[in-house]
């Protein structure tokens, strides 16, 4: 099993302000995933999409 990578960065980003996050995974094991993020510090009220 490879050793766990954890990373942290500043981004700039400023509070009240809204940002989009785009994650892309490619899986490379057909029998088990070892993908995980982890955020903090985010709004986790759900949200809603209405039709125009």
């Known amino acids: 099993m490879p050793p766990s990578t ?6 700039g980003l400023e509070d ?15 029998n088990a995933s070892t993908f995980k ?6 709004n986790t009220a759900p949200s809603e999409c209405h039709a125009n």
């Open 6 to 11: 954890k990373q942290s960065v500043s981004l």
């Open 16 to 30: 009240g302000k809204i940002y989009e996050i785009a994650v892309f995974q490619a899986e490379r094991q057909s």
């Open 37 to 42: 993020i982890t955020l903090g510090g985010f």
